[in-house]
């Protein structure tokens, strides 16, 4: 099992057509963002022109969740509201009109990859998967099993499981956790 934090601070940012999008990880490592070769990418982004109309992806599912306001969106045509903290999932080549400003969490995973799964959590969990992320909504204490991690606002710890070992987690606050199986 190897456990990596990577603390939002330290993200690296680019620009977008609607702010800046700064990224934790992309899987695998040796993956390239502008040749759409990753399996997965996490990223947190700024909205901060509205209307923004949102990057499309072919073949990648996608997790989006608001981390400091309602989003109003317009996806293919058709208007939807999502509440602070509440995930939106889509297909990452759906056109996608944002009129909300704002700080967004991402989650791209390949269409290739068959299961994964977004949700919020705190409290007690068992996770066996691959690969786990868990994406502190604020001030987080994380324990794995006997070890504990301090996390901010939107720091992720990303848990590399390739034995698929049962891992007890215990959350202080509201995290996202997601899971993926390849």
Not at 28 to 36: D, I, Q
Not at 154 to 175: A, G, R, Y
Request: proline share 4%; charged share 25%; net charge negative.
């Amino acid at each position: 099992m190897n456990i990596r934090f990577l603390p939002k601070k330290d993200s690296k940012s680019s620009v977008w057509s609607g702010g800046l999008t700064y990224e934790y990880m992309i899987y695998p490592e040796t993956a390239n963002y502008a040749e759409r070769d990753f399996i997965f990418r996490i990223s947190s982004a700024t909205i901060e022109e509205v209307p923004s109309l949102f990057t499309q992806f072919k073949s990648y599912h996608r997790y989006l969740v608001m981390l400091d306001n309602d989003l109003n969106v317009e996806v293919n045509k058709e208007q939807k509201t999502y509440e602070k903290y509440e995930i939106m999932e889509f297909n990452s080549a759906d056109e996608v009109t944002s009129y909300t400003k704002g700080n967004d969490f991402n989650w791209m995973v390949s269409e290739k990859t068959p299961h994964h799964k977004l949700k919020i959590t705190n409290g007690n969990e068992n996770y066996n998967a691959p690969i786990i992320l868990l994406f502190s909504l604020g001030k987080t204490v994380i324990k794995i099993n006997e070890n504990s991690y301090d996390l901010n606002p939107h720091d992720l710890l990303v848990i590399e499981n390739p034995e698929k070992e049962i891992i007890m987690l215990h959350f202080s606050n509201d995290c996202l956790s997601g899971i993926l199986d390849f």
